[in-house]
């Protein structure tokens, strides 16, 4: 029974890491994102392959540029240790280019392969592959006429996004205790 508690609180701490990347990247959070990956972790996107640290840092000025969803779908987590797991996550990013109004919409969908370590009872990611299954350049898409952004919360990077005002720091802490970057 031990175990199986044990591998419960670790497949959400997983999880939870995976959810604070989607975090990290649609916010342009580099706190948030170093947070996910181990000091030495590798990532692989495709075009950057190298520790996943300098990714982060290449990778911040682009996203300035737009605004991203990115939305986690099947989760398989398969435990090789009690301090290894090798993660497929499947994912759907939106990326919106350009400014108002001439707008497009580069939508990718994928998987992240992760092979995800614990350390000192916290998990990250130690190597990310990242496979494209499919994507789709949509240009001069217009926005929906009913919508009302003057009413509504707009999405913006930390510390401008609303998450960063509703949600207090440290007010949901990362399993073992260690709060949220904020």
Request: charged share 25%; with cysteine; glycine share 6%.
């Amino acid at each position: 029974m031990q175990a199986d508690v044990q591998r419960l609180i670790d497949t959400q701490a997983i999880t939870d890491v995976l959810m604070l990347y989607s975090r990290g990247i649609d916010r342009r959070d580099e706190a948030a994102l170093m947070r996910v990956y181990w000091e030495d972790a590798i990532d692989d996107h495709g075009e950057y392959s190298g520790p996943a640290h300098a990714f982060i840092k290449s990778v911040m000025p682009t996203l300035a540029q737009m605004k991203t969803s990115h939305m986690l779908a099947n989760i398989l987590i398969e435990f090789a240790s009690t301090t290894v797991a090798q993660v497929e996550t499947y994912f759907q990013a939106t990326h919106v280019l350009g400014n108002e109004p001439q707008l497009s919409h580069w939508i990718l969908g994928g998987r992240y392969l992760d092979r995800f370590e614990k350390r000192a009872e916290e998990w990250r990611i130690k190597e990310r592959t990242v496979v494209v299954d499919y994507q789709r350049l949509l240009a001069d898409v217009q926005p929906w006429s009913g919508w009302q952004p003057r009413t509504q919360a707009l999405c913006a990077a930390k510390p401008n996004d609303p998450v960063y005002r509703v949600f207090a720091p440290g007010a949901f802490p990362l399993p073992g205790g260690k709060p949220f970057p904020r």
